[in-house]
């Protein structure tokens, strides 16, 4: 047989038949059991890469930066931050009416009058309001995940509440500290709507002041940050310093300078993390990925090989097996869920479903070996309503989905 042959029918069944036994394993974790981690036993070749996985929640040296400033915020001497407010003790938020397009608010929160909130009042509403929940912090225009994190902090809607709004607010527009200089200004917005209620189940907008149970570090914009759970980064402006409430009807955020699509939502996609570059001819080869785990869910990963000689994209795609939940979340104290934690069971810290919406996955698959030659991997993911990556949303200022090509080759050593 070519290179470019179906992986045999049998490794298909195979992989098919473990991806329904694991869901098996998902409804044991729907009635409480522990995590089980893998749902059988996997391979050895296979077992040895799935342990060298990168943990599930991000250290905080792994997140990557993509902020923007000049000096950067999170780099300023520790005096300036106190001095700007960017630091727990210092930090104030002031919550004002939009000049231009007024909402009415009874008591809006402003330096002048003394009522700007402060970081011990926001921690006096979490005492009641907090939440915690689960989301991978995801760039919208270079496709990247950033890291995946377990944000904690409270409502939106508490601290909008403060200043008694009484009518004509449409949106809620928000800014980050950025030196004072209006051409490196930061904002993005959301309508009132998002941040009263949270639709299809999805947690609310945060302002967030912890990450993966410790305070939200400068770098990751502490003091406070917005947390949009469902969104792209942008909209979870960092070193947060002033709320306008607005009746204007429509975005600006800084986000739509660059052609990106303001208002779009997390994408469902599969990436590699670890490939051989190069294997033995018949020797069977490990891969490992993630995917990320958009609004539209995640059903399945596939994965498919193609020889450098076949010439037609590849039609031929077989089932990855998607990990059951971590034994060991990474990067949280004692590596685990605290209780009271959105998407989590409390006694047990098991997830109530799985895979879970904007969070990540890991997937594995031992693919059979191949005569020597050049080839192209390839991971895609499908969705709950059965849409194909880079489907259904294919264009790239609505977030990355295209699909990812590794290249390999098989070789004697
Ligand atoms: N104030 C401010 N907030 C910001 C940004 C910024 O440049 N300034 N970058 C945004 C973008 S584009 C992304 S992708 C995320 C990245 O979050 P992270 O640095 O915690 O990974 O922060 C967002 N919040
Ligand atoms: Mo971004």
């Given at each position: 047989m070519n290179g470019a042959r179906r992986i045999s029918s049998a490794a298909h069944h195979a992989w098919t038949r473990r991806h329904f036994l694991r869901l098996g394993a998902v409804g044991a974790a729907a009635l409480n059991l522990p995590p089980t981690g893998a749902a059988e036993p996997l391979p050895p070749e296979l077992a040895r890469t799935v342990e060298s996985l990168e943990p599930f929640f991000t250290p905080p040296d792994k997140f990557r930066d993509v902020s923007r400033g000049?000096?950067?915020?999170?780099?300023?001497p520790e005096d300036k931050k106190r001095i700007v407010g960017l630091t727990r003790e210092t930090w104030k938020l002031e919550v004002i009416s939009d000049p231009e397009n007024p909402a009415s608010l009874r008591n809006p929160l402003t330096h002048k009058t003394g009522t700007a909130l402060d970081f011990p009042r926001l921690l006096q509403l979490g005492e009641k309001h907090s939440v915690r929940f689960a989301k991978m912090m995801t760039c919208l225009n270079i496709g990247c995940p950033l890291g995946m994190g377990l944000w904690e902090g409270v409502p939106l809607r508490e601290v909008i509440a403060l200043t008694q709004p009484r009518e004509n607010l449409r949106r809620v527009f928000y800014y980050g500290y950025h030196n004072d200089d209006p051409a490196q200004m930061f904002r993005s917005s959301l309508p009132i709507d998002r941040v009263l209620e949270d639709p299809f189940d999805l947690p609310p907008v945060i302002l967030c002041y912890k990450l993966n149970g410790a305070w939200l570090d400068s770098e990751r914009g502490g003091p406070v940050r917005m947390v949009v759970p469902e969104a792209y980064g942008f909209k979870s402006v960092k070193w947060l310093t002033h709320l306008v409430l607005t009746n204007l009807f429509h975005a600006n955020d800084t986000y739509a300078n660059d052609n990106n699509n303001v208002e779009s939502w997390l994408k469902t996609f599969a990436a590699t993390l670890s490939i051989p570059k190069s294997v033995k001819p018949g020797e069977s080869i490990p891969v490992t990925g993630y995917a990320q785990v958009g609004l539209s869910g995640l059903t399945r990963v596939q994965v498919s090989i193609q020889s450098d000689a076949a010439v037609n994209p590849p039609d031929e795609w077989t089932d990855a097996q998607i990990l059951a939940p971590p034994r060991n979340w990474g990067h949280l104290p004692e590596g685990k869920i605290p209780p009271g934690t959105m998407g989590f069971d409390d006694v047990t810290g098991a997830p109530r479903t799985w895979p879970m919406r904007l969070a990540k996955v890991h997937w594995a698959v031992l693919l059979p070996g191949r005569p020597a030659g050049h080839y192209t991997f390839r991971c895609r993911t499908i969705d709950e309503k059965g849409a194909a990556q880079p489907l259904p949303r294919p264009f790239k200022n609505s977030g990355h989905s295209a699909i990812e090509l590794t290249e390999f080759t098989v070789k004697e050593s």
């Open positions: 000049k000096p950067l915020p999170h780099s300023l």
